[in-house]
């Protein structure tokens, strides 16, 4: 058979559709067992193809017939063959979730066309890894975010239907539309929240001591965990002290700057994990506060470039309602506190995939009736 042949949707319409279903959901499941690979990895900056998938206990290899989406961890039970330690249960799911909506993507676009759902997959596929890895460690990977920008508009130029174009100018037209609104838009909006709201100042009591513990910052009146305030390492706790002591110095009326990985006193620079006692009087403390980072900016750049500019338009309104439905559940059932630990990419992942299941129609139709 010639590569015509292959690439001949006739051929492959022969074989019934829900057959292709099948397929398409195991290889969903299969790309998943990928994914966990890289939500494992990438947050590290390890290599996702070597070494081959080991526990991350024992660091024993797992051969192919123990490496089988969905089955392996049902038939192992959730553990390891050679050491028995638990493999967690988003291993499981993340094979699951990606199968399913692999096999979703396949019903609403595989009649259209078989082309244009696998790379909707893919698409879907980033849009999951990026989800679990922002859940857990606050980032969204350039390999997501860049790869995915540049990936969606080769893909646009090379399947112009993928965004609903006859041509191909006005396919990368789309593409690159998308691009400039998701990236620039997200980040005019970060800018100006940054502005007004990134930093926020307590006033506090003259004279009032504020203590640097080791794993909080403690006020006369309450403890706050660092990892609530350090989600970034840009992030910093400022204080304008009237006087600072430490375990062999002091300082009088200096700026206290402390980051994840830094701290400033005056001119002075340490190493946080260092220093054994800090102690400061001062009347305020800034502590920061950021409901979006520059990861979820390159984010909407990638889902422009894949879905253009009306996508990204719609996951930014639509991700700030799901936000702000979860901050409203969050305060009825008392985990206010929860809010703030919870980043902001998979509202804008969530967004997007409704952008592919109605999203458009509903778009559509709203600014058909206006």
Known sequence: MGLDAVFDGSNWARVPFHFWSLVIFWFG????????????????????????????????????YLNVPLLTWLMLRGRCKNCHAPISVRYFL?????????????????????????????????????????????????????????????????????HGAATLPEAIKSSVIGICVGGGVVYAILRAGKLMFGRQKVALPADTKILFGESAVILPDKAIPYEELF????????????????????????????????????????????????????????????????????????????????????????????????????????????????PYGPYIALAALLWLFGGREVWTWFFTVR
């Open 94 to 162: 993340v094979e699951l979730l990606t199968g399913l909506m692999f096999l979703a993507v396949w019903l609403n676009y595989g009649h259209v066309s078989a082309w244009v759902a696998l790379v909707y997959c893919l698409f879907v596929a980033g849009l999951i890894a990026a989800t679990f890895i922002d859940f857990e460690h606050f980032i969204i990977p350039d390999e997501i975010t860049i790869g995915g920008t540049v990936g969606g508009f080769i893909l646009s130029v090379c399947l112009p239907s993928l």
């Open 231 to 342: 989600y970034r390492k840009s992030d910093a706790i400022i204080i304008k002290a009237r006087t600072v002591e430490m375990v062999d110095r002091g300082y009088f009326n200096v700026e206290i700057r402390l980051s994840p990985e830094q701290l400033r006193i005056g001119e002075d620079d340490f190493n946080p994990e260092t220093v054994k006692h800090l102690e400061a009087v001062s009347a305020e403390i800034t502590l920061p506060r950021e409901a979006m980072g520059f990861g979820d900016v390159k984010f909407m750049a990638a889902i422009g470039a894949f879905l253009g500019w009306e996508a990204t338009m719609f996951s930014l309104m639509v991700s700030s309602m799901i936000g702000a439905a979860v901050g409203v559940l969050l305060i009825a059932i008392g985990r206010q506190q929860w809010s703030s630990r919870l």
């Open 29 to 64: 499941c299969m790309v998943g067992s990928f994914l966990n690979v890289c939500i494992h990895r990438m947050p590290l900056g390890l290599s996702v193809v070597s070494p081959p998938s080991h526990c991350p206990h024992c660091k024993y290899s797992i051969p192919w």
